[in-house]
């Protein structure tokens, strides 16, 4: 079965630092990748995708992620955090099963930013 | 605009109770989904239906059930058999097909509390 890892539960930076939150799948072809991200009591909000092509793929808020094949990765970015970007991010994949796409999602990464 | 509606946001349930979540959208999806969100372990998946008067269990269907009479709503049960029912709820929608993987969007949830 496929699987979803995001080996970081918290991640601490503080304000105007770079960011790097990590997601690692499990999955014998190149799924369909998605980051998401969940303020506090609300739904989710889809951040950025990978299909296929370009490997580096960017999104909105200034984010980007990099798909690595050779280590089943999908690795999410940004230069320069602002407060607002305190939140809750999840790494989704998107398996083909018969004719369905039903995704898993990772377990989620609480991301703190310190003034 | 076009979106996802989740009723009612906050929800308190008396044990051996069953309780009724709406989830309503006008994106002219055909396919949706009901996940179960606890802290520290991501989204997990109750049902989902890709199309009306069809829907299939998910990871943790025990104790919940749907319904799909209408292309725009697919509204989650939660029965008193569902022992640990306090959870944050999310629904979400998606452009289903063989083409898959357009992205979810989400509604705004609905936490379930037993009192």
């Known amino acids: 079965a496929q699987s979803v890892t995001q080996p970081d539960i918290h991640i601490t930076v503080s304000e105007g630092a770079s960011l790097e939150l990590r997601c690692n799948y499990s999955?014998?072809?190149?799924?369909?990748l998605f980051w998401y991200v969940q303020s506090p009591g609300q739904g989710l909000q889809l951040l950025l995708k990978y299909f296929s092509g370009d490997t580096l793929v960017q999104g909105i808020k200034g984010f980007e992620a990099e798909f690595k094949r050779s280590q089943s990765s999908f690795n999410l970015r940004k230069p320069s955090v602002h407060w607002s970007d305190a939140a809750e991010y999840f790494c989704a994949v998107l398996i083909p099963s018969g004719g369905s796409y039903i995704p898993t999602f990772g377990r989620g990464t609480s991301l703190i930013v310190h003034p | 605009d076009g979106g996802i509606t989740q009723s009612p946001k906050y929800l308190f349930r008396k044990e051996g109770q069953n309780v009724t979540l709406s989830c309503e959208q006008n994106l002219n999806h055909d396919a949706m989904y009901w996940y179960r969100q606890d802290p520290g372990q991501g989204l997990r998946l109750i049902y989902y239906?890709?199309?009306?008067?069809?829907?299939q269990k998910g990871d943790i269907a025990e104790g919940y059930s749907v319904s799909r009479e209408k292309k725009e709503s697919f509204p989650l049960t939660v029965t008193s058999a569902q022992k640990n029912p306090t959870a944050f709820y999310l629904c979400a929608s998606s452009i289903e097909g063989s083409t898959g993987g357009y992205g979810y969007t989400f509604g705004s949830g609905t936490r379930l509390t037993v009192v």
């Open positions: 999955y014998g072809a190149t799924p369909y």
């Open positions: 239906s890709q199309i009306v008067n069809d829907f």
